[in-house]
């Protein structure tokens, strides 16, 4: 019995900011994530967003891979500062040109197009105008943005994704253009208000599609059988991968997460009226960033780690010295680099805890294995690491689906090789080469790598791998 329907979706992702380029081209305007990459190509030679992949020029022959691989669906995003390029409300026409174009040469390939609204890249005149989200007046510039885009795709655009992992965006301070951190837990409860606005929104159209949000979840494992390493464990998973899905698929902010910012003195502020307009919103499916898990336990000074959860404020992650908990790399799973390990299993249990939390199908927004020195020879790659991550992946879907798990669609990050937000073109994650580096953008030429054909093989197969 074929495990995946024939209705199941296999695709993949890229976002517009780190893909597309053509930064200033056709009346866009710029955007936090630009001026983002600009500063990191100025401190460490980083690629940057002018020229990125080259997707804007490159789209059809882009998506006729695409089509050769099997692709049918494409997760990508519509860059905010493209169709409103500053505070006027004035549409860029243009700007909307490129994106119907995208989505044309997509639906005349039977590709079915996964957009997301906002993907890191907010447009720069928000900064200026509102200080992000901080003010509640950016919510009706969403909305704005987001009715533009859901009439004018109504009938050929079916899935929608609100804003790519809003707390990852609020932690970078560059992405949000807030450093401080009361700030940056305003913005985000103002960013879950519009997520839930832009969601009714949606609905209210009555166009038939789906929307939901999209969030990233790092599988959590305790260290040890120590009840201690075990509340800590949870506790982690909870503050950042659940309490955000649950804030966004259930409008409920959990009890530990407001008492840990209540001590820290960051809680926000709300109004009457906001927590209705939350649980309102009914989100169709959970879209999930998923790469690696991790292994967790209780602080404990004397005992060597990798590194240290400070706690619940924002940044996420910072490596000091002491912390709330401590985290180690896993040794019955493979890493690809030190942080990055293949765990099928931990993929299975993620889908598993999802599906029992929220009842809802799955996309899978992301997924995927970076490597830092990929090599083009004779027009190849052989990314062996990556066939095996992704064939475990795909195994951790059936497995799941077999437990009842509903997944709709799967779409490995990335397509096409683009600009990372932390290393540029050095860490690579596309299934398709494009032939540029940090420094130097050549013919930006595309090569399938070994693992476009495998993917392709496993599409073929309908995933019977
Ligand atoms: C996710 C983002 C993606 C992508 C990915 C890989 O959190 O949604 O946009 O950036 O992480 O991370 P990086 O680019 O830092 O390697």
């Known amino acids: 019995m074929e495990i995946f329907s024939k209705k199941f979706l296999w695709g993949a992702a890229i976002s517009a900011f780190q893909a597309e380029g053509a930064w200033q081209e056709d009346g866009k305007g710029s955007t936090a994530a630009d001026l983002r990459c600009m500063e990191n190509r100025r401190q460490s030679g980083i690629a940057d967003t002018t020229v990125a992949s080259d997707f804007y020029h490159r789209y059809r022959e882009d998506i006729a891979l695409m089509k050769a691989c099997g692709l049918t669906s494409f997760r990508f995003s519509i860059s905010w500062a493209r169709l409103y390029p500053d505070n006027t409300g004035v549409l860029n026409q243009e700007g909307l040109n490129f994106y119907d174009k995208v989505v044309d040469e997509l639906k005349a390939n039977g590709i079915e197009p996964i957009v997301t609204l906002y993907h890191f890249d907010l447009p720069q005149w928000m900064i200026e105008e509102y200080r992000g989200f901080v003010s509640r007046k950016a919510i009706d510039a969403f909305l704005l943005y987001a009715h533009t885009c859901f009439t004018h795709f109504r009938s050929r655009v079916k899935y929608w994704l609100t804003i790519n992992e809003e707390d990852v965006l609020a932690n970078i301070p560059q992405f949000s253009g807030l450093k401080d951190p009361k700030e940056s837990w305003q913005a985000y409860h103002h960013m879950n208000l519009a997520n839930a606005q832009v969601m009714k929104l949606f609905h209210s159209l009555g166009t038939g599609g789906k929307i939901g949000p999209c969030i990233s979840y790092c599988t959590v494992y305790p260290a040890t059988p120590d009840p201690k390493d075990q509340l800590t464990a949870y506790e982690i998973e909870d503050i950042y991968s ?224």
């Not at 927004?365 to 490597?371: D, K, P, Q, V």
Request: proline fraction near 4%.
């Open 242 to 465: 659940f309490s955000i899905m649950d804030v966004l698929m259930r409008g409920e902010y959990p009890c530990y997460l407001i008492n840990r910012l209540r001590e820290k003195g960051l809680l926000f502020e709300t109004e009457p009226g906001d927590e209705n307009l939350m649980k309102g919103a009914k989100p169709d499916f959970i879209g999930v960033n998923w790469y690696t898990t991790e292994v967790v336990g209780q602080y404990i000074e004397e005992k060597e780690s990798f590194g240290n959860y400070e706690g619940p404020e924002l940044p996420r992650r910072r490596r000091k010295e002491k912390g709330f908990a401590q985290y180690y790399q896993n040794p019955f799973t493979k890493y690809s680099n030190p942080e990055w390990n293949t765990d099928g299993v931990g993929f299975h249990l993620a889908l598993r805890k999802l599906y029992e939390r929220f009842h809802l199908p799955i996309i899978i927004t992301e997924n995927g294995l970076s490597c830092e020195q990929e090599v083009l020879t004779d027009g190849r790659v052989h990314d062996e690491n990556r066939i095996e991550y992704l064939s475990e992946m795909v195994k951790a879907m059936a497995a799941a689906i077999r437990d009842g798990v509903e997944i709709l669609s799967y779409n490995p990050w990335s397509f096409i090789d683009l600009v990372s937000s932390s290393q540029g073109m050095e860490k690579r994650y596309g299934l398709v080469y494009v032939n540029r580096t940090n420094e130097n953008e050549k013919d930006l030429k595309r090569y399938p790598k070994d693992s476009y054909y495998w993917y392709q093989e496993c599409i073929r197969r309908n995933g019977d791998i």
